[in-house]
């Protein structure tokens, strides 16, 4: 009996140090999580290293992910610049997507390769590659969506060529291949801009029911025939049944401003920091009927590389990852600061000398989002006329202030300097006289004061603290009283810090 005892605690012990092994190394996992680690959500990755073939085309540009990896090894001198995860309808497996150039290749062409998991070796394998259109690494998108309406997710690649021409480039898988090979259904480049027109589907489709509407193309390119700079032709692609692929059916000329024309040829001309220094400045949405709307505006931040969307009561800062000159404007890569993996693509074009237009896509992750509000054309706001949308937002004021920060006066242009000639009123490290922006504005008829730093003249921070935003108050003496809030979601939050008292000059004072 005793030696069966010691037999069993022997056993047991056993065991029990086996386990702890097991917990420690993490060896359990492969038996527990070995199917969820698969169930990756879909993802792009963009590159974390400089890599000396690219220059400093991807300067700024931040990693997604820890690293960027395939699932399989590439071959020599093939560099990975984003990937796409999905998980496959038919089977629990992932199957994965890879953009990539050849650090040999003279052309620079950027290839798409395709790598699945073969249920015969039970092994990921490499198993189609096919060029793109694109050749500028710093611009490309890559994601997929069913654009035929058949729930056969297409491969999209976005992206620039050497003659800063958009490009866009459709894969579609062969339904009657079972080893997952693409055709090539679409591939455009033009020298405007490029749109998937997103429609909304019936609610049969949204069920699984029935197929959905093809979703067109837009193409924008100039108009050959006209001698106008600005003048536009829509190129329209559908989806034809009979061969598989987008075939233009419609064009559409879009008549341009008449802006005398030596001005837009030194605009558009492609001088680093020309037009970059022509959208410094706050812009207002127009409807289409040609109204101003207040609640919606952009400001473009070259200096500071930021990008600022406020509409639908929420501020949005984007940071400005790098830019390419068109050739009606610029197009922008931004990347959201608070949430990294929001990316945001900013096609600007010209339109007049005071007004702009934006094509906008949205990339969180995946989701893409075509179409976003945030299309349309916007007015430069010291030419905007904002008396038309009855709002009290103050486009310029002139007025001097004391306060615990110093002589602050407020310039009609929309800057503002702070004069602090007392040692003791200013803050330490921080200049006698400091400078930036304002934007008077309000939300559900509270004003606010939105106050930017000149980044040239406060030390270096975090670029929310060179941003303010404060609520007012006007007393009876025409002081106001400014408290310290923040803009989210569900509107303006109360940062609790003891107001600041701006108390009107009513000497006269001779500003230097």
């Known amino acids: 009996m005793k030696k069966a005892f010691l037999g069993f605690s022997i056993g047991v012990a056993a065991v029990s140090v086996l386990l702890i092994i097991l ?11 070995h199917k969820t680690a698969e169930y990756i959500q879909a993802r792009i990755v963009t590159p974390q290293e400089m890599n000396p073939y690219f220059g400093q085309e991807l300067e700024g540009q931040i990693a997604w992910d820890d690293k960027l990896s395939t ?27 890879a953009i990539y150039i050849n650090s040999t290749d003279t052309e620079r062409k950027i290839f798409l390769t395709y790598i699945y998991y073969d249920e015969k070796t039970k092994n990921y394998i490499r198993l189609w590659n096919a060029v793109t259109a694109a050749t500028r690494p710093e611009t490309i998108t890559l994601f997929s969506d069913d654009l035929i309406g058949d729930r056969n997710n297409c491969i999209i690649v976005t992206g620039m060529n050497n003659r800063n021409e958009h490009t866009m480039t459709i894969f579609r898988h062969n339904p009657l291949r079972t080893d997952r090979v693409f055709n090539k259904i679409a591939e455009l480049q033009i020298d405007g801009s490029i749109k998937i027109q997103d429609i909304k589907r019936s609610l049969a489709y ?77 812009w207002y949405y127009v409807s289409p009927q040609g109204t101003i709307d207040s609640r919606q505006y952009l400001y473009f931040d070259p200096d500071g590389k930021e990008i600022v969307f406020f509409g639908d009561e929420t501020q949005q800062v984007f940071h400005w990852q790098n830019s390419t000159h068109t050739r009606y404007g610029l197009y922008i890569r931004s990347q959201n600061m608070s949430i990294v993996t929001l990316l945001r693509f900013i096609d600007i074009e010209l339109e007049s000398l005071d007004s702009i237009r934006l094509r906008v896509t949205e990339d969180v992750q995946l989701k893409i989002a075509v179409n976003t509000t945030w299309d349309g054309s916007y007015r430069r706001a010291r030419t905007a006329n904002l ?37 003791n009123a200013r803050i330490a490290g921080s200049p006698a006289v400091k400078k930036g922006n304002y934007v008077f504005f309000k939300i559900k008829d509270q004003e606010l004061v939105e106050l930017r730093s000149d980044v040239s003249t406060e030390p270096p921070q975090d670029s929310q603290i060179n941003r303010m935003i404060y609520k007012v108050e006007t007393a009876a003496n025409d002081s106001l009283s400014l408290s310290h809030v923040r803009l989210g979601i569900s509107g303006i939050h109360d ?16 500003t230097p």
């Open 387 to 423: 008396q038309e949308t009855g709002s009290a937002i103050k486009s310029g004021i002139d007025l001097l202030y004391d306060s615990p920060w110093g002589r602050l006066q407020f310039y009609k242009n929309g800057e503002y300097t702070i004069n602090a000639p007392d040692q």
């Open 23 to 33: 917990l420690a190394t993490g060896f359990w996992k492969q038996f527990f999580y």
């Open 495 to 510: 940062l609790f810090e003891p107001p600041i008292t701006l108390t009107p000059v009513t000497v006269n004072y001779i």
């Open 71 to 97: 699932k399989v090894s590439l071959e020599d001198g093939e560099l990975v610049i984003a990937v796409l995860n999905k998980e496959r309808e038919e089977s629990f497996t992932e199957e994965q997507f």
């Open 206 to 282: 949204q069920q699984g029911i029935t197929k959905g509407q093809s979703y067109n193309i837009s193409a924008y390119g100039h108009d050959s025939s006209s001698s106008n700079i600005l003048d536009q032709i829509e190129t329209i692609y559908s989806f034809n049944q009979d061969n598989e692929r987008y075939e233009q059916t419609n064009i559409i000329k879009i008549p341009g401003s008449q802006v005398e024309q030596q001005q837009l040829k030194e605009l558009l001309s492609g001088t680093t920091g020309v037009f970059e220094n022509f959208i410094h400045d706050l």
